[in-house]
């Protein structure tokens, strides 16, 4: 395989900016999505007490002067396109940007550790669509490898645990129970990729480095319809739980299924999982996302050097050795129903 490469693309979910965009910018994320309007409704309201702001644009801005900075240090020396799936910069005006720049072939960083469908297919999809909406001479994309047990993200992961850690007192800190927290999907979505367990060898990762910790996996942001099943425990119905039971005092959760602390990490971990934290007699500390840790940075440019150079040294933690570098063709397909 050809592996000349002229420009890196960042690809992500994008943003509303402001009041009058959070609306139109849920229909772009809902669209074809089995969500009830009245959870579209609810979770646009947490967007308002933000300003209809999310941070994820901004993040993802200082994600691009980061990595241009790491580029420039240390090669290769590729200028960074930006383009999202929901909002503005979007990925059909990014792409014909670059073409208008001549760029012929970039690699695609997607801001998801963890293959899934709207984290990895949709993307692909995504791609497509803008690469077919520019026409004749739109760039080819070729995605990097998803991250879960890159040393990198574990690295970072880990470093941005011990923060949260050091919040609780230090008599207590050792029996601190951690929660590891990602997006839950439909059950059904979770049976066409390698979501849960990815999350469950990251968890095992990262809680193994940190000491001798309870953990555990639990999920959040659910949208869908009561009747559909979704991948559980609900991290706040997990920590009623716990409060319940008595037993612990200190949770930490660790966001590790996003790399950034957009409004999902915002609202649904620091606003509503805190709420009940308090409700039931918990103290709740959150771990920042990885954002612009140094070590993820990092990350970022080992992956394209590595597909640059085509080399079989990839690293990766664990059992489940490096994640593939080119999609086969059922990877993470948008499953609906499950077969009985
Ligand atoms: C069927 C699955 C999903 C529905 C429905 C869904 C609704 C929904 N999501 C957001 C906001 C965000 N979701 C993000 C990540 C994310 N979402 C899903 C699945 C569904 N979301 C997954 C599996 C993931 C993780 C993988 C990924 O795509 O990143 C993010 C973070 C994006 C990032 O780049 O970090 C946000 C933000 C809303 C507002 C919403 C509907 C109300
Ligand atoms: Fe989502
Ligand atoms: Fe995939």
Same mark, same amino acid.
């Not at 910790?213 to 609900?234: F, I, K, N, T």
């Not at 950034?260 to 996302?289: C, P, W, Y």
């Given at each position: ?19 009058d ?11 074809? +999505? ?6 579209m ?8 007490? =933000? ?34 799936r929901?909002w ?10 670059? +073409? ?20 990895c297919?949709q ?6 669509q ?28 880990? *470093? ?8 609780i ?31 469950? *060898? ?13 953990w ?13 099943p ?7 119905d ?6 319940q ?12 299924? =996003?790399?950034? *602390? ?11 999982? +805190?709420?009940v ?25 080992e992956?394209?050097?590595?597909r640059i150079?085509g ?19 059922d ?10």
């Amino acid at each position: 395989m050809n592996n000349e490469y002229d420009a890196i693309l960042v690809v992500s979910f994008g943003g509303p900016e402001g009041p009058d965009d959070v609306i139109p910018f849920l229909e772009n994320v809902l669209r074809g +999505k089995n969500v009830p309007r009245e959870r579209m409704l609810e979770v646009a309201e947490h967007y308002q007490q =933000f300003g209809g702001v999310s941070p994820i644009n901004g993040q993802n801005r200082a994600l691009i002067a980061a990595l241009e900075q790491e580029l420039a240090a240390n090669g290769p020396q590729l200028p960074i396109y930006w383009g999202n799936r929901n909002w503005h910069p979007l990925l059909t005006d990014t792409l014909a940007q670059m +073409k208008q720049d001549g760029i012929q072939r970039a690699l695609g960083f997607f801001t998801s550790a963890f293959s899934s469908y709207s984290g990895c297919r949709q993307y692909r999809e995504d791609i497509q669509q803008a690469q077919e909406a520019v026409g004749a001479g739109a760039p080819e994309v070729d995605k990097l490898r998803m991250f879960f047990n890159h040393p990198g993200f574990i690295e970072a992961t880990l *470093d941005r645990a011990r923060e949260a850690l050091a919040e609780i007192p230090e008599e207590r800190r050792e029996q601190a129970t951690i929660l590891f927290s990602a997006h839950s999907i439909p059950l059904a979505m979770a049976a066409g990729c390698r979501y849960e367990t990815q999350l469950k *060898d990251a968890a095992q990762l990262v809680s193994e480095r940190l000491g001798t910790h309870p953990w555990h996996l639990v999920y959040q942001s659910r949208s869908g319809p009561p009747h559909q099943p979704w991948l559980e425990p609900d991290i706040c119905d997990f920590i009623t739980e716990l409060g319940q039971q008595g037993e612990v005092q200190d949770v930490v959760i660790i966001p590790i299924g =996003f790399v950034s *602390d957009h409004m999902e990490v915002l609202f649904d971990l620091d606003t509503e999982a +805190k709420q009940v934290g308090s409700e039931v007699g918990i103290n709740v500390a959150r771990a920042k996302t990885v954002g612009v840790h140094p070590r993820f940075i990092t990350m970022i440019r080992e992956l394209i050097e590595e597909r640059i150079a085509g080399t079989a040294d990839r690293p990766a933690l664990g059992p489940l050795g490096p994640n593939h570098d080119v999609c086969p063709v059922d990877c993470c397909l948008r499953v609906t129903e499950i077969k009985r």
